[in-house]
């Protein structure tokens, strides 16, 4: 009885004692981690979601153990600049993001959000992403909210209603917010109506993302008006794809770059976002005059029904078109036309011509507006040099960034960043070109933006750290999405962890959702 007593006694610490140190454990992999320093050769350890050791040989058992030799271990990529709203359940493994390597995405961009951040972090929780989600409260929907599409000053009882919901959005986890001073109605916002707002993302240390209001030929007063922001504000500043849009304004890099760098020498602390491609994408709606576009689709579509109001857009989308030294408006390619989806992988020139109208910008812009009566399209916009775009790529403080939702297989004739941005600046620029190191590039991948948006356990290889990792081949990731053909997943990433789980394995999603809400840190407000 007391043999059978003792023994009895012993089985838990048996079974404890032959339970495995970890839940996995990469081996032998080249480890870049995250701060810019050189590769080295080492293991990593994960236990309950975390980062547990990291080294250059763990000792102790896995649950898992996979070895990765020849292949580089790096952290999880951040998107600081992504559109997600209302297209998490179109595909909630976000597999056009973990085939990128992109282990967190930040939402709320360009002035659009959920202006109920609480509500919406809940929902993503509930959702079960396979992405981490950070979001920014955008000013565009908490104008709208207040006061709609209208085309004038807020009065001092909206710009209080304004301000508690900004402050309301920083205190449910925003991690600052975001302005789209091209869109509407973002556009008819002057800057001391932005600069209260911002105070209020000040107090809960969050940042001032922002799409600014020109990036073509008024760039220099746009970048301007946001670092004047952040100087009034003090807060810190990030300014979105940045970049020169038009063949007029190719080379302006040369001035646009040194003004951030000098700004940073101010004590500004501002930063920046690029996505490595010649050509934009976003509403259609962006060729027409700003004042068409108030009040919503209805007013809109009442407006363009007027002759003289016809013949005033005409003759300002000529203006444009004359200003990028072109005769056609060859540059704008519909990337998703809802009424009508021959139009999609289309531009506005081939449209015309589809149409039987004559061949003439003139007829184009007819073109454009009769797409906006019938509720607009999103479109790809090509323009842009690659020399300016090498240049920004290799400043500094320049974070890789798609300014895409997640994409679903087939739909549209979408920009191709929205696969392939990482794997491009990884294979283009770093390994083909060399535009940048390759350290340098998993930094502004990773620590970079993780510090910008104060996201504390990310963005670094490091004990104690969410284990968000990425396991790829630098000598074979590539982005597969063109323009011609942009439904492609990017190819070279064997291995995506996201909180500890395995989601890419060998190069293929096993369907694992552990990503979550990620809630702005700084909630404390500053005295």
């Not at 007391?2 to 480890?31: E, R, V």
């Not at 930063?271 to 004042?291: G, K």
């Amino acid at each position: 009885m007391k043999k059978l007593l003792y023994t009895f006694l012993l089985l838990p610490f048996f079974s404890t004692a032959q339970q495995p140190d970890y839940d996995i454990l990469i081996t032998n992999g080249k480890i870049i981690d995250g701060t810019g320093n050189s590769w080295y050769y080492g293991d990593v350890a994960i236990k309950d979601g975390k980062i547990v050791a990291i080294g250059r040989k763990i000792a102790g058992s896995a649950k898992k153990t996979i070895d990765v030799s020849g292949l580089i271990i790096a952290p999880g990529f951040i998107d600081v600049h992504t559109h997600l709203e209302g297209d998490e359940e179109k595909d909630p493994e976000a597999k056009s993001f973990i085939y990128d390597g992109v282990t967190t995405c930040i939402t709320g961009n360009c002035g659009s959000s959920n202006v109920d951040l609480k509500n919406y972090f809940h929902w993503v929780d509930s959702l079960k992403l396979s992405i981490n989600v950070a979001s920014l409260i955008g000013h565009n929907d908490v104008r709208k909210a207040v006061m709609g599409r209208a085309n004038r000053d807020a009065t001092p009882d909206e710009m209080k209603k304004m301000e508690a919901l900004v402050e309301q959005a920083m205190k449910d986890g925003a991690v600052g917010m975001s302005t789209g001073l091209i869109y509407i109605p973002g556009t008819y916002t002057k800057t001391p109506e932005i600069i209260d707002l911002a105070k209020i993302v000040s107090k809960y240390h969050g940042v001032y993302a922002s799409h600014m209001r020109d990036e073509g030929d008024s760039v220099t007063l746009a970048i301007d008006e946001a670092l004047t922001i952040g100087r009034e504000a003090k807060l810190p500043v990030e300014i979105s794809h940045f970049k020169l849009s038009g063949q007029q304004n190719w080379g302006r890099s040369k001035i646009t770059v040194p003004m951030i760098e000098a700004a940073r020498r101010e004590g500004i602390d501002v930063t920046i976002d690029q996505y490595p491609y010649t050509a934009s994408s976003t509403s259609i709606s962006t060729l027409l005059p700003d004042d068409v576009l108030a009040d919503g689709q209805d007013s809109i579509k009442a407006r363009l029904q007027r002759p003289e109001i016809r013949k005033y857009v005409t003759d300002e989308m000529l203006k444009k078109i004359k200003k990028r030294k072109l005769k056609h408006f060859s540059y704008a390619v519909v990337a998703y036309f809802a009424p009508d989806t021959a139009y999609n992988g289309k531009s506005i020139e081939q449209i015309n011509l589809m149409k039987g109208r004559k061949h003439t910008a003139k007829e184009e812009a007819n073109t454009v507006m009769d797409i906006m009566m019938q509720g607009g399209a999103s479109a790809v916009f090509h323009g842009m040099s690659e020399d300016d775009i090498k240049r920004i790529m290799q400043y500094p403080y320049n974070m890789f960034a798609c300014d895409a939702t997640i994409r679903v297989m087939n739909v549209g004739m979408p920009h191709p960043r929205g696969y392939g941005t990482n794997a491009r600046v990884l294979g283009k620029y770093v390994r083909e070109e060399r535009v940048i190191s390759l350290e340098e590039a998993i930094r502004r991948m990773t620590s970079l933006p993780a510090l910008k948006f104060q996201l504390k356990d990310r963005g670094l290889l490091r004990e104690g750290f969410a284990a968000d990792i990425v396991v790829f081949d630098e000598k074979e990731v590539k982005d597969m999405a063109t323009f011609e053909k942009p439904h492609a997943y990017s190819k070279g990433f064997h291995f995506v962890i996201v909180n500890g789980v395995l989601t890419v394995d060998q190069g293929k999603h096993t369907g694992a959702r552990a990503g979550k809400a990620l809630l702005n840190t700084g909630t404390t407000i500053q005295k």
